[in-house]
């Protein structure tokens, strides 16, 4: 490895796939995809835009679930390869001593961050049926303390960044509206308790082709030793609609909202049956990375034309090598 992960961990059970011959992309499919299918829970009609986290020897996670009246919801999952995953049939019930937290409307898009003593969960959270960013914590995936928002409505894709930076806790997000917002940049945020959000620092906004609509974040940023290497999707308006695809970027350590580096073109657009075809056709959506800090293997989930969940792979360093030659900040 030519570039160092920073306080990751050896995952050796992470779920791999080596690259097939021949292949020249930066990232590569599982060959098996969809690893999640839309019906594996009673009653779902979707399950897609999910986060998966090293767990007790296994893994854990948090999944969007869309059932067949077509509300969102977020229910947790386990699994012990990463790849057959055990989802609960009930939606989380978040316990909240916040009162005006008490009451689930609707969520989706979740995050799953491990800081220092516990994983935070972070998803699109409707308050008074508007979308914001919700934030709660879990031990042990069975009960989740909801805090208080992060922000007002309208805001989606908030990802915390896994360790304070400069004595505070870090999130990106990406201020929205009400509906299929047709514009989008993405925002550092930071606090000092996880309650008041502030100090908010423009970190990129639309740009190529590719993400020339909106951007936003994705999965939990990695650390290295050249900085935070995050994958992020773009979105194009075609004259068929959004096009959902993703690449990355490499942050500065210290200041993350100062962007080192940045794909020039997509490393994942919807291409293949399963990610062209589905309830909202075109879009690959990641929300989560494993990362194994031995090797440098990243395994990253993505859901696919907002149905299934799939999983991808690439490397820190087939990563950071395309950024240090294919870079258009
Ligand atoms: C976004 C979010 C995502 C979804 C995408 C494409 O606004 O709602 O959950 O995957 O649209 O429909």
């Not at 194994?292 to 696919?304: H, K, L, P």
Request: glycine share 8%.
């Amino acid at each position: 490895m030519n570039v160092k992960v920073i306080n990751g961990t050896a995952i050796p059970n992470l779920p791999w796939q080596e690259k097939p011959a021949g292949c020249t992309d930066v990232i590569w499919r599982y060959e098996q995809n969809p690893v999640i299918q839309r019906n594996q829970v009673p009653n779902s009609n979707s399950i897609f835009n999910s986060a998966v986290v090293p767990f007790e020897g296994g893994f854990a996670g948090v999944f969007r679930v869309d059932d067949r009246s077509r509300n969102m919801e977020l229910h947790a999952g386990f699994s012990k390869d990463g790849l057959h995953w055990d989802i609960n049939p009930e939606r989380i019930e978040f316990v909240s001593d916040i009162p005006d937290m008490q009451e689930f409307q609707y969520g989706y898009d979740p995050r799953v961050c491990w800081i220092e003593d516990r994983f935070y969960v972070t998803w699109c959270n409707a308050y008074g049926w508007k979308p914001t960013i919700g934030l709660a914590y879990t031990f042990d995936f069975k009960t989740f303390h909801q805090l208080e928002n992060a922000y007002l409505p309208f805001n989606r894709n908030g990802v915390m960044f896994p360790r304070k930076i400069g004595g505070n806790y870090m999130m990106m997000s990406r201020p929205s509206d009400s509906g299929h917002t047709p514009f989008g940049d993405i925002y550092v945020s930071q606090s000092p308790d996880l309650t008041y959000w502030g100090k908010h620092r423009h970190m990129m906004g639309p740009s190529k082709g590719w993400e020339s609509t909106k951007i936003g974040a994705g999965p939990i940023p990695i650390e290295t030793d050249r900085g935070w290497l995050i994958f992020y999707h773009g979105v194009l308006t075609s004259c068929n609609g959004y096009v959902y695809s993703f690449s990355a970027a490499l942050l500065d350590k210290d200041e993350p909202w100062k962007v080192l580096k940045r794909g020039r073109d997509y490393l994942i657009s919807p291409q293949t049956y399963y990610e062209c075809v589905g309830d909202v056709p075109n879009v690959t959506f990641p929300c989560a990375n494993l990362v194994d800090a031995e090797t440098g293997r990243i395994a990253i989930y993505y859901g696919c034309a907002d149905t299934v969940t799939s999983l991808c792979f690439t490397t820190v360093d087939d990563v950071i090598d395309y950024l240090d030659h294919n870079s258009q900040v």
